[in-house]
């Protein structure tokens, strides 16, 4: 089964500071990966994927995630903080039909951005 | 084109009553799926449906159920509530599945008490 951890529960970072949010997967085949971004009360918002190819992946608002496989990691980052990236943003792990046809998130990261 | 839309946005129920919660997919998406988010649990997955026939199910006791109209939109429902039960309920839709990617809608935030 496939499972996701990030390390890190709460993150705060300066406004115009970069910004790493660390995920790592376990999963027995090529990973469907995904980073979501959850303001307080609302739904997820989808922020990048990775299915295959290009390692570096390109997102919304900035955002861009890089997988590396040898540590079954998928980091975001971004260069430059906005106020408005304070959020919770999650980690996912998806599977077809070998496994379940489910979406498994890691805990979340609590990002506060301070002026 | 619309996005994933839940009804209502916001529930307060009685423990022991029963609730029922509405999601329409985005238009073309036959994979609809349902997950519980609480503070301590995370979010938790309860059910998949792909053309009305429900693909998995989560390890949530057999009061959650669902079900998945010809018209892809899909109904949750959770009967004999209980305080645990309060929490925000998403639904995503996806053109295939997980594999694809979903897009979430807003949530019902469902209050017993």
């Known amino acids: 089964a496939q499972s996701v951890t990030q390390p890190d529960i709460h993150i705060t970072v300066s406004e115009g500071a970069s910004l790493e949010l660390r995920c790592n997967y376990s999963y027995g085949a090529t990973p469907y990966l995904f980073w979501y971004v959850q303001s307080p009360g609302q739904g997820l918002q989808l922020l990048l994927k990775y299915f295959s190819g290009d390692t570096l992946v390109q997102g919304i608002k900035g955002f861009e995630a890089e997988f590396k496989r040898s540590q079954s990691s998928f980091n975001l980052r971004k260069p430059s903080v906005h106020w408005s990236d304070a959020a919770e943003y999650f980690c996912?792990?998806?599977?077809?039909?070998?496994?379940?046809?489910?979406?498994?998130f890691g805990a979340g990261t609590t990002v506060t951005v301070r002026a | 084109k619309a996005g994933v839309t839940q009804t209502p946005r916001y529930l307060i129920k009685t423990r022991g009553q029963q609730v029922t919660l509405s999601c329409s997919p985005i238009s073309g998406h036959r994979s609809v799926s349902w997950y519980q988010q609480t503070p301590g649990q995370g979010l938790q997955f309860l059910f998949e449906y792909f053309s009305e026939t429900q693909r998995n199910k989560g390890n949530f006791p057999g009061r959650f159920s669902g079900r998945q109209f010809s018209n892809s939109r899909s109904e949750m429902n959770v009967s004999t509530l209980e305080l645990g039960d309060s929490a925000l309920y998403l639904c995503?839709?996806?053109?295939?599945?997980?594999?694809?990617?979903?897009?979430f809608g807003s949530g019902t935030r469902l209050t017993v008490v």
């Open positions: 996912a792990v998806g599977a077809g039909p070998s496994n379940d046809y489910k979406l498994s």
């Open positions: 995503a839709s996806s053109l295939t599945g997980a594999d694809y990617g979903y897009t």
